[in-house]
């Protein structure tokens, strides 16, 4: 086993969290509860993560990114979620969606792309999940034909986050319908100025209503034969790896999303009297609280080991990214329900940010996996031994 800090974060993961935090409470917290009222994009949060570059720290310092480590990118998300999950999606699906070109692509596209999004040129979404094609990902229809020295891509891709909003697209298109998972999926970056590419509307979400959650279209849209991410056929196996990695940002935003719902509810127990007294005071309420406290940390720690293993590539990373993100999402929805029952009427409000924060959780158990197949995911890296033994 590495050193890797797991149960102490360094003096650098400890400044990066309080820098993390000052942007989020002045930057960003002021307008969260107008972003979700509106569903319109949080404009202030990009720019000012952008300015402090955060919007996508994982980039490495080669390309001109900050070169954090996989610890460092989740306590951004998870600090940024604290306040506003819509606005934690900018460095989580920045991630998500420029992973493929950092795991798989060749030094060209890598220098085109990630240069491009460091230097906030335009945010990276990811294109794998269709109308037919969500949990069974391999299902997809989306296909990519050869044409001379590139490539014509046809088809439509579902619930894609940032979409319209991001300039660049990973896409995972079928280039040998044969072939299938096993060498038939290939992977593209597209571009928002692409001709043929063009939007659906807006889902109208139940949360996270900041992030737009689009359809997007692929009408005879030309792409180079530079813009295929690794060689053809390695598509399927660069979006499970990818998921593998950014299924740990999805557990850092539970677990920030479930920390900012645990501190609003523990101010508002102390200050909110009845029966003369504060309602901390009542040990029913302290039984909850203390709950919600030792779920938040534990779905933390989980959160951290998960981070160190895909920094350093363990093999079992894909075991701890799937139950860290598994878990820390059950946990953000608990406590977020947990944290409107402590506010009782008010929760249910919204006069007070814990019911946008429960909305907002219910997301986490879903996107980037269903619970339901990360437990498919952890049960078979179980029984294949794949497990650290600690």
Same mark, same amino acid.
Request: with cysteine.
């Given at each position: 086993?590495?050193?890797?800090?797991?149960?102490?974060?360094?003096?650098?993961?400890?400044?990066?969290?309080?820098?993390?935090?000052?942007?989020?409470?002045?930057?960003?917290?002021?307008?969260?509860?107008?972003?979700?009222?509106?569903?319109?994009?949080?404009?202030?949060?990009?720019?000012?993560?952008?300015? $402090?570059?955060?919007?996508?720290?994982?980039?490495?310092?080669?390309?001109?990114?900050?070169?954090?480590?996989?610890? $460092?990118t989740v306590i951004v998300i998870e600090e940024i979620a604290r306040v506003c999950v819509s606005s934690s999606?900018?460095?989580?699906?920045?991630?998500?969606?420029?992973?493929?070109?950092?795991?798989?692509?060749?030094?060209?596209?890598?220098?085109?792309?990630?240069?491009?999004?460091?230097?906030?040129?335009?945010?990276?979404?990811?294109?794998?999940?269709?109308?037919?094609?969500?949990?069974?990902?391999?299902?997809?229809?989306?296909?990519?034909?050869?044409?001379?020295?590139?490539?014509?891509?046809?088809?439509?891709?579902?619930?894609?986050?940032?979409?319209?909003?991001?300039?660049?697209?990973?896409?995972?298109?079928?280039?040998?319908?044969?072939?299938?998972?096993? !060498?038939?999926?290939?992977?593209?970056?597209?571009?928002?100025?692409?001709?043929?590419?063009?939007?659906?509307?807006?889902?109208?979400?139940?949360?996270?209503?900041?992030?737009?959650?689009?359809?997007?279209?692929?009408?005879?849209?030309?792409?180079?034969?530079?813009?295929?991410?690794?060689?053809?056929?390695?598509?399927?196996?660069?979006?499970?790896?990818?998921?593998?990695?950014?299924?740990?940002?999805?557990?850092?935003?539970?677990?920030?999303?479930?920390?900012?719902?645990?501190?609003?509810?523990?101010?508002?127990?102390?200050?909110?009297?009845?029966? !003369?007294?504060?309602?901390?005071?009542?040990?029913?309420?302290?039984?909850?609280?203390?709950?919600?406290?030792?779920?938040?940390?534990?779905?933390?720690?989980?959160?951290?080991?998960?981070?160190?293993?895909?920094?350093?590539?363990?093999?079992?990373?894909?075991?701890?990214?799937?139950?860290?993100?598994?878990?820390?999402?059950?946990?953000?929805?608990?406590?977020?329900?947990?944290?409107?029952?402590?506010?009782?009427?008010?929760?249910?409000?919204?006069?007070?940010?814990?019911?946008?924060m429960m909305r907002d959780a219910k997301i986490t158990q879903i996107y980037e996996g269903t619970n339901q197949?990360?437990?498919?995911?952890?049960?078979?890296?179980?029984?294949? !031994?794949?497990?650290?033994?600690?």
């Amino acid at each position: 086993m590495s050193d890797f800090p797991v149960y102490a974060l360094t003096d650098e993961h400890q400044a990066i969290r309080e820098a993390v935090r000052a942007i989020a409470e002045a930057k960003i917290a002021p307008h969260a509860a107008e972003v979700d009222e509106e569903a319109r994009y949080p404009v202030e949060a990009e720019k000012a993560l952008i300015a $402090a570059d955060f919007h996508a720290p994982h980039v490495p310092e080669e390309y001109g990114g900050a070169g954090a480590d996989a610890l $460092a990118t989740v306590i951004v998300i998870e600090e940024i979620a604290r306040v506003c999950v819509s606005s934690s999606l900018i460095p989580a699906v920045n991630k998500l969606g420029s992973l493929p070109v950092q795991i798989s692509g060749g030094e060209d596209i890598k220098k085109k792309y990630l240069t491009k999004l460091a230097a906030g040129e335009g945010g990276f979404s990811y294109c794998l999940s269709e109308p037919d094609a969500g949990s069974d990902a391999g299902g997809m229809k989306c296909k990519a034909e050869k044409d001379g020295d590139g490539w014509v891509l046809n088809g439509v891709k579902r619930w894609i986050t940032n979409a319209g909003e991001s300039e660049f697209y990973t896409v995972m298109a079928v280039t040998d319908a044969e072939k299938k998972t096993r !060498g038939g999926i290939s992977a593209f970056v597209v571009e928002k100025s692409d001709e043929g590419v063009s939007f659906g509307a807006p889902e109208k979400k139940l949360g996270i209503k900041g992030s737009p959650t689009r359809e997007v279209y692929f009408d005879k849209v030309r792409i180079p034969a530079d813009r295929m991410i690794g060689g053809e056929g390695t598509g399927f196996a660069t979006a499970m790896k990818t998921l593998d990695h950014t299924r740990v940002t999805i557990a850092a935003q539970a677990v920030g999303v479930a920390q900012g719902a645990l501190d609003y509810a523990l101010e508002y127990a102390k200050e909110r009297q009845q029966f !003369g007294k504060p309602i901390a005071d009542f040990q029913g309420l302290q039984f909850m609280l203390a709950d919600m406290g030792m779920k938040v940390e534990a779905a933390r720690q989980l959160t951290y080991a998960a981070a160190g293993r895909s920094e350093r590539g363990d093999k079992d990373l894909t075991f701890f990214g799937a139950s860290a993100k598994c878990f820390a999402s059950d946990v953000a929805m608990q406590v977020t329900t947990d944290a409107v029952q402590v506010l009782g009427g008010y929760g249910y409000t919204r006069d007070y940010p814990v019911e946008r924060m429960m909305r907002d959780a219910k997301i986490t158990q879903i996107y980037e996996g269903t619970n339901q197949v990360q437990r498919i995911v952890m049960a078979r890296q179980l029984l294949a !031994g794949v497990q650290s033994q600690l």
